[in-house]
């Protein structure tokens, strides 16, 4: 099973912030990722796939980056709406996720 | 648009099996192009995979769950429906389900999820 790993697990951070999330795999999945926001008591909410595509509706302030094994989803200016978890996925064999990183309020 | 709504019993006895049933609205699940998952997450943890679904009825299950896990699928009823037996407390956790965009990689059905239903919860306790 390929494993993703998420860094850092939690940070602080203020709106108008520029945000970085790291994923990594265990081994190459080339682009076959995605990017989740979940807020408490919510469903994830599909943010990006397939590494860098945004999903209809989604803010442009959000970007995804990367292939291989190293991926990263940028927030280029954080919004108080934009306090929550995130979380990637695999897709390159059955799917997986990473443990998450909680983006809270400086 | 789709929307999927996860129903069933909150509440499981150790050593029955949870079941749950997820109805499909705005679309239908017989058009195809899409599989049809189930996805949990345990209580302040991470999201873990179950298994999906085609409306054929094609399964494909987490090897990690897929001695206990069956899912069905009811096209005149636009449903699907999530059997996991023998449960244990290890068991609890908030059940998704969720409309999957698969591609197949070295013969692998795979993809990512959107939408998810709203989640339910299900504690396992006597």
């Known amino acids: 099973a390929i494993r993703m790993t998420q860094s850092p697990s939690s940070f602080s951070a203020s709106t108008g912030d520029r945000v970085t999330i790291t994923c990594r795999a265990s081994?190459?999945?080339?682009?076959?990722l995605a990017w989740y926001q979940q807020k408490p008591g919510k469903a994830p909410k599909l943010l990006i796939y397939?590494?860098?595509t945004l999903q209809s509706g989604v803010p442009s302030r959000f970007s995804g980056s990367g292939s291989g094994t190293d991926f990263t989803l940028t927030i280029s200016c954080l919004q108080s709406e934009d306090f929550a978890t995130y979380y990637c996925?695999?897709?390159?064999?059955?799917?997986?996720f990473g443990g998450g990183t909680k983006v809270e309020i400086k | 648009q789709v929307q999927l709504q996860e129903s069933g019993p909150g509440l499981v006895k150790p050593s029955q099996t949870l079941s749950l049933t997820c109805t499909v609205s705005?679309?239908?699940?017989?058009?195809?192009?899409?599989?049809w998952s189930w996805i949990r997450q345990h209580p302040g943890k991470g999201l873990e995979w179950i298994g999906y679904?085609?409306?054929?009825?094609?399964?494909y299950y987490n090897p990690s769950l897929k001695s206990r896990v069956t899912i069905s699928v009811d096209t005149s009823k636009n449903q699907f429906s999530l059997k996991l037996s023998s449960v244990t407390a290890a068991d609890t956790a908030v059940y998704y389900c969720?409309?999957?965009?698969?591609?197949?990689?070295?013969?692998?059905?795979?993809?990512?999820?959107?939408?998810w239903g709203q989640g339910t919860l299900v504690t396992v306790s006597s």
């Open positions: 969720a409309r999957v965009s698969g591609i197949t990689i070295f013969g692998v059905v795979t993809g990512w999820f959107d939408p």
């Open positions: 705005g679309g239908s699940i017989s058009s195809g192009g899409y599989y």
């Open positions: 679904i085609y409306y054929s009825g094609s399964t």
């Open positions: 081994q190459g999945i080339s682009s076959y």
């Open positions: 397939a590494a860098s």
């Open positions: 996925q695999q897709y390159y064999s059955y799917p997986s």
